[in-house]
């Protein structure tokens, strides 16, 4: 979904490209500009068939995590019905027939196969399921994802599903690593980034990724914590190892501390695009959504929030102490990054967590969020093409290296030994190109960066 705005007709400059942090309400956009059917535009028959499943997919996902009122539930009961009526009054000659080579009789296989598909869809290929468990994620990425990538997948759009995961979650350094995204373009484009409050961002993915109601906030966040362990550890952002919504807000926009998204806006804020009055009233606040290119303004105003989830309780009434130090754990560098208070003022009972010197000497590496980063003291669009195109060599060099030790976990694999043979010129290249490129973008210097605005 990240293009919003995107035509032959007009010049780079006039294009809209989204980049979507989960579950900071950007769905809505996609509905907004009428995503689904740009896709769907010069498509063959089986690519808009295999699309608008992943649509209607995605639409049924965001209602429920293990929906069950289902079109596929639907299909799948009428069949299984179907096949015990057939067999159970011995309907002649369906429930003679068989498959010649394993001599299954039909009805048993149509009664096999739709049970496999009810239970597949409701409760396996699901976010909980698929983002949770380790395992199951990548048999999902290696033999559903990867098989299906040319059929619900839209390069053109950055949408759909493929190897690299969902593509409309990608970050913005793998959409220019995968060149999903051209650094010509990102130079030349408007972006957009929105971002939200890291504690009631928390208890959203708590509501989308948790197995039940079975399961509480304290103990989601302790399972979500160790899932974390290979991004806190190992600083791991691929999908095979740490799933889109385990990232931070801060990988979405930011690169080496360097932001990359043109314009990043608070979902809190967003309140004041409804209306033009609104609008005119944030540039007297001087918030996140003042001064915005106009173009992203224009896409910003009136936007629906479509997708929300009915909660029995207010966000900040999940949390104790407990869960408030580990929101804290994981996210603490979007709290610095855009300048949200690690204090809940909605609970007085609860302590802030105390940032470390660690923390503070890491999060000074960072931009501060801008609602315009291209732009210079002069009010002049500033270039970012050396940036962007060390974000893009960096970003294959580690695509490669994790590839790499993937298969060297395999040693016997015939196919493994190819591939590393095969990408060790490839390697060397990528080397040598990102250490230029490094040295070509420090050459910079603090003189280039646009100065940046407090939200």
């Known amino acids: 979904m990240p293009w919003l705005i995107k035509s032959k007709d007009i010049p780079l400059e006039g294009h809209l490209f989204f980049v979507h942090v989960p579950r900071c309400g950007g769905t809505s956009l996609m509905q907004h500009f009428n995503i689904p059917e740009k896709v769907l535009n010069d498509r063959s028959f089986l690519g808009k068939l295999f699309m608008r499943y992943f649509f209607h997919r995605y639409r049924t996902l965001e209602k429920a995590n293990f929906p069950i009122a289902t079109r596929e539930n639907a299909i799948c009961l009428s069949i299984i019905t179907l096949s015990l009526l057939i067999q159970l009054l011995d309907i002649t000659p369906f429930s003679q027939w068989t498959i010649p080579l394993f001599q299954i009789p039909f009805p048993t296989l149509f009664l096999s196969t739709a049970l496999f598909t009810s239970l597949f869809t409701t409760f396996v290929a699901t976010a909980p399921i698929i983002g949770r468990i380790t395992p199951i994620h990548r048999w999902?990425?290696?033999?559903?994802?990867?098989?299906?990538?040319?059929?619900?997948?839209?390069?053109?759009?950055?949408?759909?599903?493929?190897?690299?995961?969902?593509?409309?979650?990608?970050?913005?350094?793998?959409?220019?690593?995968?060149?999903?995204?051209?650094?010509?373009?990102?130079?030349?484009?408007?972006?957009?980034?929105?971002?939200?409050?890291?504690?009631?961002?928390?208890?959203?993915?708590?509501?989308?990724?948790?197995?039940?109601e079975m399961e509480d906030f304290k103990t989601f966040m302790r399972r979500w914590k160790k899932l974390m362990k290979p991004y806190l550890e190992d600083g791991e952002k691929e999908e095979w190892y740490t799933p889109c919504h385990l990232l931070p807000q801060f990988e979405y926009t930011h690169y080496n501390g360097k932001q990359l998204v043109q314009s990043v806006v608070k979902q809190e804020e967003l309140k004041y695009l409804k209306t033009r009055d609104g609008a005119e009233e944030a540039i007297k606040l001087d918030n996140s959504v003042s001064d915005l290119p106009k173009i992203v303004r224009e896409a910003l105003l009136g936007m629906p929030h479509t997708n929300k989830r009915a909660t029995s309780k207010k966000w900040y009434d999940y949390y104790d102490q407990e869960?408030?130090?580990?929101?804290?754990?994981?996210?603490?560098?979007?709290?610095d990054v855009f300048g949200y208070e690690i204090e809940m003022k909605q609970r007085p009972d609860l302590k802030p967590p105390r940032p470390s010197r660690r923390d503070a000497m890491q999060a000074m590496k960072f931009d501060r969020f801008s609602r315009d980063s291209f732009m210079s003291r002069d009010g002049k669009r500033m270039s970012q093409a050396s940036i962007f195109n060390s974000v893009r060599d960096s970003v294959k060099l580690n695509e490669v290296l994790t590839s790499m030790n993937n298969d060297n976990n395999n040693v016997g694999s015939i196919g493994a030994s190819l591939r590393r043979s095969a990408v060790a010129g490839r390697t060397s290249h990528l080397l040598r190109s990102v250490v230029e490129r490094e040295e070509t973008s420090e050459s910079f210097g603090d003189s280039s960066h646009p100065s940046k605005k407090d939200d």
């Open 140 to 212: 999902y990425l290696w033999f559903v994802q990867y098989p299906l990538f040319r059929v619900m997948e839209s390069i053109p759009w950055c949408t759909g599903t493929n190897k690299h995961g969902y593509i409309m979650h990608l970050t913005a350094p793998k959409l220019l690593g995968y060149g999903y995204v051209t650094p010509e373009q990102m130079d030349n484009i408007c972006s957009l980034a929105i971002v939200r409050n890291p504690y009631s961002r928390m208890v959203s993915i708590y509501g989308y990724n948790r197995f039940g």
């Open 323 to 335: 869960t408030l130090n580990l929101t804290y754990d994981m996210y603490k560098l979007d709290f």
